[in-house]
């Protein structure tokens, strides 16, 4: 890695609520990871390092050259974190499907903390629980007093919290983009901010299984990947099989479908399209013949051709939800 | 009475928090570790699409997806009523092959290992995989990162992700695996075996070849005498992928063996009111609250738990090497909270051996890798995740759409050991309010031991957790604050 001037660039890592993956992500660059420390120094990284709070706090604004942000906002913690980490960095990256759209955690967003805490402590098979007994914010116990944080009911992204100046997508962020993300700012060469650190291509223009003259393609009917066994040199979507990767931006060599999987959207929209669920369902209504030749199918036919598409929200939203126009479930009072 | 606070950094979500309460004597009355996170898989996994599932829910942890997504896929399995084809059983089991030698030299190497490496009283900033390489040259950390870099590569290949695999179906696996690649993992699962036995020589040297060292891993403070739970092959050998729950009483008598479907029979769980977590417990024997022995029901599982529950290993290097643990700590079972640095080790060197020999099965690239399915019902599948048994059990609807799902992931399994292991190391380094500076080494330890990912609950596991004491009078009057 070449760094043009002497001084070396301050990083950041941080984590809301994510599952680690990003971090691990990040020691799967393995032996670059040497490379890095040469032009960086790590100033904050929770997982890994002993800084606290307290020391980020004493940081002067702008301390922190470039700060990469994973996981999803969720608490107040979450939120005083991405803040502080906001005032005190120069670049911030949302890092990851969660800070960037929500992530698969923020499917949460269909349900509310008292469903989730019925669902875990009361209706739960395993637990018993005749007391009714349910986690709480504070609570004595026989020697004193302890604290949980609350847990909330929506989920939120970087972006909806603070502002952001970059996103890496992925669930996590393939180890190129995540090498390609570093190397872009060791050479000091960073797009105009707003940008996604990805190519400016679909998931299906990475794909081996594209075919040449996509826009003739026509499916009959869907078909869920656990009841076909599809041809694996054909498009998945041809086969009847919701794949995301019309809908989805690439930089991840369409891998899950290199074996054979559709899809899922990890990547988020394509380029200069903000709304991934959305171009997924609108391709498909043209795939289905449902826009073009209109005429061709009665309402019945409609309904019956969409009554096959299972839980369009978790198909077609699965990493999206919080940052799409849907966000949550409406909270009824 | 006095109030000990170790929280890793202020109260970050996802960290847990250690509070110890004194007595007037200034001794260790209680201590509480709590986990101060939720995330409601369970409810929101409600109304998704079943074969979802195994990509869904390796969203819990993603120190340990694969865990997560086989037991999701074999759920499937029996959810569907679909037996899958032998060498998708096989390439299954070579892909958590690779995640057990990536996560298990993660923990050992990065994480855990360093205490003994480098040393339990050396300075926090030297006990990581940089101290490692400090201490054991630049070459062995290369080593290190290219092993777990491999097991990484093992699981990429099966399942097109190294983090988050996609390839898990009911019946199968999506795709056979192609010569060249199975020519590669041959060749990176052989230097694997090679690296863990070099890897247990240098455990071998440095810290039984230290008195001091076995004498802490023999000490009360680190003892607890409890049941142990594994899943075992026919032969009652440690087995990841596959077989029946075996669970041995704290003298290492066979307690209970059943099949994953039965689990309701026999594990229960416990709501607290200062935690996220629930404390699961053996049904039969019952809550007895955080105490250890037989009338107990509190149970431990992860490497050590694997190895006590076991009769042994199904190969020969590792067979080897859990002889002489047992022989070297003083027959089975062992209660040594510390041994389970040694069990993950030869845990690797299973997984490493087991690799080759199913990358040298013929049936490996055999193209018959997936049944279809059956009706949609209910399932229940465990695995053994690199800290313990995985529990995930699926109710489905006539579409195949999820409409319950209970989860008991590893870790939460060891949950009330663990705070017991807390408190126990506390007492014995908190006298008459004194409060030694090598508690916080210890404490850690002790809990560090069981690698508790609670990304499953939170994410401390990754790295180095820091730890700040804080020490509360009777008024609460912070009287000292000890921080790293």
Same mark, same amino acid.
């Given at each position: 890695?070449?760094?043009?001037?002497k001084?070396?660039l301050?990083?950041a890592?941080?984590?809301?609520?994510?599952c680690g993956?990003?971090?691990?992500?990040?020691?799967?660059?393995? #032996?670059?990871? *040497? /490379?890095?420390?040469q032009?960086? +120094?790590? !100033?904050?990284?929770?997982v890994?390092?002993?800084?606290?709070?307290?020391?980020?706090e004493?940081?002067?604004?702008k301390?922190i050259?470039?700060?990469?942000?994973?996981g999803?906002?969720?608490?107040?913690?979450?939120?005083?974190?991405?803040?502080?980490?906001r005032k005190?960095?120069?670049?911030?990256?949302?890092?990851?499907?969660?800070?960037?759209?929500?992530?698969?955690p923020?499917?949460?967003?269909?349900?509310?903390?008292?469903?989730?805490?019925?669902?875990?402590?009361?209706?739960?098979?395993?637990t018993?629980?005749?007391?009714?007994?349910?986690?709480?914010?504070?609570?004595?116990?026989? #020697?004193?007093? *302890? /604290?949980?944080?609350?847990?909330? +009911?929506? !989920?939120?992204?970087?972006?909806?919290?603070?502002?952001v100046?970059?996103?890496?997508?992925?669930?996590?962020?393939?180890?190129?983009?995540?090498?390609?993300?570093?190397?872009?700012?060791?050479?000091?060469?960073l797009?105009?901010?707003?940008?996604?650190?990805?190519?400016?291509?679909?998931?299906?223009?990475?794909?081996?299984?594209?075919?040449?003259?996509?826009?003739?393609?026509?499916?009959?009917?869907?078909?869920?990947?656990?009841?076909?066994?599809?041809?694996?040199?054909?498009?998945?979507?041809?086969?009847?099989?919701?794949?995301?990767?019309?809908?989805?931006?690439?930089?991840?060599?369409?891998?899950?479908?290199?074996?054979g999987?559709?899809?899922t959207?990890?990547?988020?929209?394509?380029?200069?399209?903000?709304?991934?669920?959305?171009?997924?369902?609108?391709a498909?209504?043209?795939?289905?013949?449902?826009?073009?030749?209109k005429q061709?199918?009665?309402?019945?036919?409609?309904?019956?051709?969409?009554?096959?598409?299972?839980?369009?929200?978790?198909?077609?939203?699965?990493y999206?939800?919080?940052?799409?126009?849907?966000?949550?479930?409406?909270?009824?009072? | 009475?006095?109030?000990?606070?170790?929280?890793?950094?202020?109260?970050?979500?996802?960290h847990?928090?250690?509070?110890?309460?004194?007595?007037?004597?200034?001794?260790v009355?209680?201590?509480?570790l709590?986990?101060?996170?939720?995330?409601?898989?369970?409810?929101?996994?409600?109304?998704?699409?079943?074969?979802?599932?195994?990509?869904?829910?390796?969203r819990?942890?993603?120190?340990?997806?694969?865990?997560?997504?086989?037991?999701?896929?074999?759920?499937?399995?029996?959810?569907?009523?679909?037996?899958?084809?032998?060498?998708?059983k096989?390439?299954?089991?070579?892909?958590?092959?690779?995640?057990?030698?990536?996560?298990h030299?993660?923990?050992f190497?990065?994480?855990?290992?360093?205490?003994?490496?480098?040393?339990?009283?050396?300075?926090?900033?030297?006990?990581?995989?940089?101290g490692?390489?400090?201490?054991?040259?630049?070459?062995?950390?290369?080593?290190?990162?290219?092993?777990?870099?491999?097991?990484?590569?093992?699981?990429?290949?099966?399942?097109?992700?190294?983090?988050?695999p996609?390839?898990?179906?009911?019946?199968?696996?999506?795709?056979?695996?192609?010569e060249?690649?199975?020519?590669?993992?041959?060749?990176?699962?052989?230097?694997?075996?090679d690296?863990?036995?070099?890897?247990?020589?240098?455990?071998?040297?440095?810290?039984?070849?230290?008195?001091?060292?076995?004498?802490?891993?023999?000490?009360?403070?680190?003892t607890?005498?409890?049941y142990?739970m594994?899943?075992?092959d026919?032969?009652?050998n440690?087995?990841f992928?596959?077989?029946?729950v075996?669970?041995?009483?704290?003298?290492g008598?066979?307690?209970?063996?059943?099949a994953?479907?039965?689990?309701?029979?026999?594990?229960n769980?416990?709501?607290?009111?200062?935690t996220?977590?629930?404390?699961p417990?053996?049904?039969?024997?019952?809550w007895?609250?955080?105490?250890?022995?037989?009338?107990?029901?509190?149970?431990?599982?992860?490497p050590?738990?694997?190895?006590?529950?076991?009769?042994?290993?199904?190969t020969?290097?590792?067979?080897?090497?859990?002889?002489?643990?047992?022989k070297?700590?003083?027959?089975?079972?062992?209660?040594?909270?510390?041994?389970f640095?040694?069990?993950?080790?030869?845990?690797?060197?299973y997984a490493?051996?087991?690799?080759v020999?199913?990358?040298?099965?013929?049936?490996?690239?055999?193209?018959?890798?997936?049944?279809?399915?059956?009706?949609?019902?209910?399932?229940?599948?465990?695995?053994?995740?690199?800290?313990?048994?995985?529990?995930?059990?699926?109710?489905?609807?006539?579409?195949?759409?999820?409409?319950?799902?209970n989860?008991?992931v590893?870790?939460?399994?060891?949950?009330?050991?663990?705070?017991?292991?807390?408190?126990?190391?506390?007492?014995?380094?908190?006298?008459?309010?004194?409060?030694?500076?090598?508690?916080?080494?210890?404490?850690?330890?002790?809990?560090?031991?069981?690698?508790?990912?609670?990304?499953?609950?939170?994410?401390?596991?990754?790295?180095?957790?820091?730890?700040?004491?804080?020490?509360?009078n009777?008024?609460?009057?912070?009287?000292?604050?000890?921080?790293?």
């Amino acid at each position: 890695m070449i760094r043009m001037t002497k001084e070396k660039l301050k990083f950041a890592f941080y984590w809301a609520a994510s599952c680690g993956g990003c971090e691990i992500s990040v020691l799967d660059i393995n #032996e670059k990871i *040497l /490379e890095i420390v040469q032009v960086a +120094d790590i !100033v904050f990284w929770p997982v890994a390092m002993d800084i606290k709070y307290k020391d980020v706090e004493n940081m002067p604004d702008k301390h922190i050259d470039v700060c990469f942000f994973n996981g999803a906002v969720r608490t107040e913690e979450n939120e005083k974190m991405a803040k502080l980490l906001r005032k005190k960095s120069k670049t911030l990256i949302a890092y990851g499907s969660c800070s960037y759209m929500g992530g698969i955690p923020g499917l949460a967003n269909v349900t509310n903390r008292r469903e989730v805490f019925e669902e875990v402590y009361l209706k739960n098979v395993s637990t018993v629980n005749p007391n009714g007994v349910a986690p709480k914010t504070r609570v004595k116990v026989k #020697e004193g007093e *302890l /604290e949980l944080p609350e847990f909330y +009911d929506t !989920v939120k992204t970087l972006a909806q919290t603070v502002n952001v100046d970059y996103y890496v997508p992925g669930c996590p962020p393939p180890v190129e983009l995540t090498i390609n993300a570093l190397e872009t700012i060791a050479k000091d060469e960073l797009p105009p901010k707003g940008s996604v650190l990805a190519p400016l291509k679909s998931v299906c223009d990475e794909c081996p299984l594209n075919p040449l003259k996509k826009e003739k393609m026509q499916i009959p009917e869907i078909h869920r990947i656990y009841e076909i066994i599809p041809d694996p040199n054909k498009c998945l979507l041809e086969q009847g099989i919701i794949c995301m990767g019309p809908a989805t931006r690439g930089g991840c060599g369409a891998r899950c479908i290199k074996v054979g999987m559709p899809c899922t959207g990890c990547g988020g929209p394509c380029p200069n399209s903000s709304a991934q669920g959305a171009a997924m369902m609108s391709a498909l209504a043209s795939l289905l013949g449902l826009e073009e030749e209109k005429q061709k199918y009665t309402e019945a036919d409609v309904e019956k051709l969409i009554a096959q598409i299972k839980d369009p929200l978790g198909t077609f939203y699965m990493y999206s939800l919080p940052s799409s126009i849907l966000r949550r479930k409406v909270m009824k009072k | 009475m006095r109030e000990v606070t170790i929280n890793p950094i202020t109260r970050l979500e996802g960290h847990g928090k250690i509070t110890i309460f004194l007595n007037e004597q200034g001794n260790v009355e209680n201590a509480y570790l709590q986990i101060p996170e939720l995330r409601g898989f369970e409810r929101f996994c409600v109304g998704r699409k079943a074969e979802d599932m195994p990509q869904l829910t390796s969203r819990i942890c993603g120190v340990c997806p694969v865990a997560h997504h086989m037991a999701g896929t074999k759920t499937l399995d029996a959810a569907f009523n679909v037996e899958p084809p032998s060498a998708a059983k096989k390439l299954r089991e070579l892909m958590y092959c690779g995640y057990v030698i990536e996560d298990h030299t993660l923990h050992f190497f990065y994480l855990g290992g360093p205490d003994f490496i480098v040393g339990p009283d050396a300075p926090p900033e030297k006990r990581n995989i940089l101290g490692i390489i400090e201490k054991a040259g630049l070459e062995v950390g290369k080593e290190i990162i290219k092993h777990r870099a491999y097991g990484q590569r093992i699981v990429e290949i099966i399942g097109g992700k190294a983090i988050h695999p996609a390839c898990g179906l009911p019946g199968g696996i999506s795709k056979p695996l192609r010569e060249e690649d199975r020519q590669e993992i041959e060749k990176m699962a052989t230097s694997c075996v090679d690296f863990v036995k070099r890897s247990l020589k240098l455990f071998h040297d440095i810290v039984l070849g230290n008195e001091n060292y076995v004498e802490m891993i023999k000490s009360d403070a680190y003892t607890l005498k409890t049941y142990y739970m594994g899943l075992v092959d026919e032969d009652n050998n440690v087995n990841f992928y596959d077989g029946k729950v075996r669970v041995v009483d704290p003298n290492g008598n066979e307690f209970l063996k059943f099949a994953p479907k039965d689990y309701l029979n026999h594990i229960n769980e416990r709501v607290e009111e200062w935690t996220y977590v629930k404390m699961p417990y053996l049904k039969k024997v019952g809550w007895k609250g955080f105490v250890d022995g037989s009338d107990s029901g509190v149970y431990r599982v992860g490497p050590l738990g694997r190895l006590n529950a076991a009769d042994g290993m199904a190969t020969p290097s590792a067979q080897e090497e859990y002889e002489i643990m047992y022989k070297t700590l003083g027959g089975k079972p062992v209660h040594s909270t510390l041994a389970f640095h040694w069990a993950r080790l030869i845990e690797i060197l299973y997984a490493a051996e087991r690799a080759v020999e199913l990358s040298k099965d013929p049936e490996i690239t055999s193209k018959e890798v997936r049944n279809l399915p059956g009706k949609p019902g209910e399932g229940v599948g465990i695995v053994e995740a690199a800290r313990g048994t995985l529990i995930h059990h699926y109710v489905l609807d006539e579409d195949a759409l999820i409409k319950n799902v209970n989860l008991i992931v590893a870790t939460t399994n060891n949950y009330p050991a663990i705070c017991m292991s807390i408190r126990d190391a506390a007492k014995g380094l908190i006298h008459s309010g004194k409060v030694s500076e090598a508690l916080l080494n210890r404490v850690e330890m002790a809990f560090r031991a069981y690698d508790p990912c609670f990304a499953c609950a939170s994410h401390f596991a990754i790295g180095q957790m820091p730890l700040t004491f804080e020490i509360y009078n009777h008024e609460k009057k912070l009287l000292e604050r000890l921080q790293r």
